[in-house]
Nanobody, 123 residues
């Protein structure tokens, strides 16, 4: 059974930082590309960033603008998202997702999902 558990979400002030983690079990982590997605209240889910199996290939949505860094530790079966210079517009539920196959950062291409961690940024 695949389990993906996000953590690290919190309430922080604008300009602050958070580090999200996603601990994965039940699949061969090194065989999967991984990604972070988010859904703000009243909005559709959107991609944030994705990383390939090796960790060398990374993709970021334009709105990240150099503020976020995706990484993975294949020895720990864990995905990370370092988020700096946060703004209220980053307030959302953040989800990690996994995909086996060609690299993609489209939500409909992902095979497994976590349940999310809530990030709230106050102004």
């Amino acid at each position: 059974q695949v389990q993906m558990v996000e953590s690290g979400g919190n309430l922080v002030q604008a300009g602050g930082s958070l580090r999200l983690s996603c601990k994965v079990s039940g699949l061969t982590f090194v065989d999967y590309g991984m990604g972070w997605f988010r859904q703000a209240p009243g909005k559709e889910r959107e991609a944030v960033s994705c990383i390939d199996e090796s960790g060398f290939g990374r993709y970021y949505e334009a709105f990240v603008k150099g503020r976020f860094t995706i990484s993975r530790d294949n020895a720990k079966n864990t995905l990370y998202l370092q988020m700096d210079r946060l703004s209220p517009e980053d307030t959302a539920m953040y989800y990690c997702a996994a995909r086996r196959g060609d690299f993609s950062c489209r939500d409909y291409d992902m095979h497994f999902w976590g349940k999310g961690t809530l990030v709230t940024i106050s102004s």
